[in-house]
């Protein structure tokens, strides 16, 4: 078994609130339902991590948790998402409000061909703010918060291209992180990132749980193991188990689970 060592709150503290709850989700692409019956509780300032073998509905699962289907041609979302006790899916939820409140962050950077400061500000700016000073606050905080400040503080006027792709990533964090969301999805986000960049990224996520809710996606069983709270097991569209991430990986429940852990297929 693969050894975890992320440990939770206790039974009354923050991280215990109930922030995103998925419950009885199902996503059809056309006719083909790759989600099935899923329900999850994604937990407050915890880290929730998806893991299961490619194809299994990881992304698919992920990316229903913030409206992003709605931009997907012939995708639908069948089921019940709160945030905070709101139903997302509700028909008085606003997509582009959601979005704000649940950033997300992809499998591989994608910075704007624009400056690092222009990046980091270019959401809080389509939403209308405009003060200089507010903005340059904005940029401050979110790259300190991404730990990137101290890399780029003296060459924010320089091209987000010329990072390198660790600290792009770290870039992309910070966007997300400037419009003040309160829950930030990732999708993969160190699978491009050599080890160096890739144990940036982790110790990064672990700072970001002191204010934000993280659910990511994984393929490393390890990386899971190192960083999440809890971890949900998925094959074939289904939440096979869900549960601490020490006891996932240490005693899981369900044989499935203990078979993809042990690598026996996946």
């Known amino acids: 078994m693969i050894e975890a060592t992320t440990q939770t709150g206790g039974p009354h503290s923050p991280q215990n609130v109930e922030k995103l709850v998925a419950h009885d989700v199902d996503v059809f692409y056309g006719s083909f339902q790759a989600i099935k019956h899923a329900s999850l509780v994604m937990r407050g300032q915890n880290v929730t991590a998806l893991i299961g073998p490619s194809g299994c509905g990881k992304t698919t699962f992920l990316r229903a948790l913030n409206r992003m289907h709605d931009l997907t041609p012939g995708a639908r979302v069948e089921g019940t998402i709160l945030l905070d006790g709101e139903n997302i899916y509700g028909p008085d939820a606003d997509p582009v409000v959601i979005r704000h409140r649940i950033g997300m962050v992809f499998q591989r950077p994608n910075p704007f061909p624009k400056t690092i400061y222009e990046n980091v500000v270019y959401g809080p ?142």
């Open 125 to 266: 700016r389509i939403h209308g703010e405009r003060n200089r000073t507010a903005l340059d606050e904005i940029a401050e905080r979110a790259l300190r918060q991404a730990a990137l400040w101290d890399e780029v503080k003296d060459r924010l006027g320089r091209s987000a291209l010329d990072l390198s792709g660790g600290q792009q990533q770290r870039l992309c964090i910070a966007r997300a992180i400037a419009l003040g969301p309160e829950v930030i999805l990732m999708d993969e986000p160190a699978s491009a990132l050599d080890p160096i960049a890739t144990s940036k990224i982790e110790d990064l996520i672990g700072h970001l749980t002191e204010q934000f809710t993280v659910v990511i996606v994984t393929h490393s069983m390890q990386q899971a193991a190192r960083i999440s709270d809890f971890t949900a097991f998925f094959h074939l569209g289904e939440i096979v188990e869900v549960g601490p991430t020490n006891q996932i990986f240490t005693h899981p429940k369900e044989k499935r689970t203990e078979d993809y852990i042990t690598g026996r297929f996946g």
